[in-house]
């Protein structure tokens, strides 16, 4: 069973600051998804990582793929306030014609000014 | 299009009784997930359709649920008998291509269903 885990669970910062979620998963995997989710709200899709290697920015966020590690971080920069939210990263394992996202815990981020 | 609907948003109902949630997927996409979120947690898959055939089923979706998507068009989920368990936000999302395209998979605003 593919088993998908986020580190950190919180995560409190100051403005200005850079900082790393890691999104660790256990079997191979042809798909990863980063989103987005602010309280009482859907999920906003932020990155859509395919491939070893992938790596996808907009704005002050930044993702990358690493599938012999099995390993996506979410890199932001410079923080501001308007990306206080919570961030789920959702793996898709790799058998044919699995259409299931297991999403990770996610982590909760606090951009503190 | 204005992406994927669901209806309600909210649902109040006491236990026991039978609810019924709505999804529109965008209208190209030709694969439609129903998802569970219970707070503090990410989204549980629940089910998938391919048109209109349901192609996997999540343990989780015990013999009280049920979703069709009679027409490969809109789905409903139907929850028989809820318990203070189902209280949960229910979400669907579609895509075209198995998520292949930069949209990935997108997803509706949510059912957030409370049971009292």
């Known amino acids: 069973e593919l088993k998908v885990e986020q580190n950190p669970l919180f995560l409190s910062m100051q403005e200005g600051k850079n900082y790393t979620i890691y999104c660790n998963y256990s079997?191979?995997?042809?798909?990863l998804y980063w989103y987005r989710q602010d309280p009482g709200k859907s999920l906003e899709s932020l990155f859509v990582l395919l491939s070893n290697g992938a790596v996808k920015q907009e704005g002050r966020l930044m993702a990358s793929l690493d599938t012999k590690a099995r390993l996506s971080t979410l890199h932001i920069t410079a923080a501001v306030h308007d990306l206080s939210a919570t961030y789920f990263c959702a793996v898709a394992a790799a058998n044919f014609g699995n259409e299931k996202l297991t999403f990770g815990t996610g982590t909760r981020l606090t951009i503190i000014p | 299009d204005t992406g994927v609907s669901q209806d309600p948003r909210h649902k109040i109902t006491k236990r026991g009784q039978n609810v019924t949630f709505r999804c529109d997927p965008i209208s190209e996409h030709n694969r439609l997930y129903w998802y569970r979120q219970t707070l503090g947690q990410g989204p549980e898959f629940l089910t998938y359709f391919q048109n209109e055939a349901q192609l996997e089923k999540s343990r989780l979706l015990s013999d009280r649920f049920s979703a069709e998507r009679p027409k490969g068009s809109f789905s409903t989920l139907e929850i028989q008998r809820t318990e203070q368990g189902d209280s949960a936000m229910y979400l669907c999302a579609s895509s075209l291509d198995r998520g292949l395209s930069n949209l990935g998979y997108t997803f509706g605003s949510g059912t957030r269903l409370t049971v009292v």
């Open positions: 079997t191979t995997s042809d798909r």
